[in-house]
């Protein structure tokens, strides 16, 4: 083995390093760049924050132009007033023309009851034997313009007519129409909930 003392090949780690040139400004070209770097997010956290500020500013700006709550009274009023224009806006001929239309001879109908609130209606009547109530129902059932037909009362009139099949059913049947069932009116319910 060779002497460590004296410098020789093996024990170059030992001795002391010069940083080179190209080391140093490697170094101070990363520390520029980290400057750099720093004073844009130090920008960018300025620009938000006065953004920020100016946000805070127009949302006071716009709580302070509000109008005015409506009193409890207009309130009530201008909730009356739609309920009246949505039941005005019903096309209550076109509703009764549609029962109408699928009732035949064998079919009379006698009362006609909608309720715009609930977008329902019902149909009071009476079919001349049950084959004619039943193919009332089932017109009704197929109209793509009624949704849920369904008979919730009827009432066989006997000695009325000589045949059992032809006697006389006095009926009343309910259904939904329209886009009046899927979006119930509720300024509708409040009018009709008025005291009279």
Avoid: C
Avoid at 25 to 30: F, H, Q, T
């Amino acid at each position: 083995m060779r002497d460590v003392a004296h410098g020789h090949p093996y024990n170059d780690f030992l001795s002391p390093r010069r940083w080179p040139v190209a080391g140093l400004g490697l170094a101070a070209l990363a520390l520029l760049v980290l400057l750099w770097q720093g004073s844009l997010a130090l920008r960018d956290f300025n620009a938000l924050q006065s953004q920020r500020a100016g946000l805070v500013s127009l949302q006071r700006q716009a709580s302070a132009v509000r109008p005015p709550a409506m009193s409890a009274e207009d309130s009530k009023r201008h909730r009356l007033v739609e309920a009246l224009a949505a039941y005005m806006a019903t096309p209550w001929d076109s509703l009764l023309g549609l029962f109408e239309v699928h009732a035949s001879a064998r079919v009379v109908l006698s009362k006609f009851m909608p309720d715009a609130a609930e977008g329902r209606v019902e149909v009071s009547g009476r079919a001349y034997g049950s084959a004619a109530l039943g193919d009332y129902l089932l017109a009704l059932e197929h109209d793509p313009r009624l949704r849920g037909v369904l008979l919730h009362h009827h009432e066989v009139q006997r000695g009325e007519a000589d045949a059992a099949a032809n006697a006389p059913i006095d009926f009343t049947l309910g259904a939904a129409w329209g886009d009046a069932a899927q979006a119930k009116s509720a300024p509708l319910a409040a009018l009709t909930d008025q005291p009279r």
